[in-house]
């Protein structure tokens, strides 16, 4: 099995938090920021559409596709405050973990 899935809903939300970061720049959100969220819409249908699937991805996930996860997720995400983003990074790499232990107790 591969990430295909997860990988498009992780895209989802670094492309919302792309647009929350860039409309809350002048410190209010406003009807000219609605232009912003344009590339969130863009990848929102690929996120629902494949959604059920990423249990199954998340359980069946082995190590390679754990790295390529990480790799994907700290190429699209930039922070300005490094110690921060490596914070972020590592709490993704635990929720993968966790994740993955919690749909193993799941029933199929």
Same mark, same amino acid.
């Given at each position: 099995?591969? $990430?295909?899935?997860?990988?498009? $809903?992780? !895209?989802? @939300? =670094? ?5 929350? !970061?860039?409309?809350?720049?002048? @410190? ?7 232009? +912003? #969220? =344009?590339? $969130?819409? !863009?990848? =929102?249908?690929?996120?629902?559409? @494949? ?5 199954? &991805?998340? +359980? ?13 997720? +700290? ?9 921060? &983003? ?7 790499? $635990? ?8 749909? @193993? #107790?799941?029933? +199929?």
């Amino acid at each position: 099995m591969d $990430v295909k899935e997860t990988k498009e $809903v992780i !895209r989802f @939300g =670094l492309s919302l938090g792309n647009a929350l !970061r860039k409309a809350m720049e002048d @410190g209010n959100i406003n009807l000219l920021d609605a232009l +912003k #969220f =344009l590339p $969130v819409l !863009r990848e =929102l249908k690929p996120a629902i559409e @494949g959604a059920k699937k990423i249990p199954a &991805e998340l +359980k069946d996930l082995d190590e390679a596709e754990k790295a390529e996860l990480l790799a994907y997720f +700290k190429k699209e995400f930039e922070l300005k405050d490094d110690e921060l &983003e490596a914070k972020v990074e590592m709490a993704l790499e $635990v929720g993968l973990s966790l994740s993955k232990l919690a749909l @193993g #107790f799941l029933k +199929k």
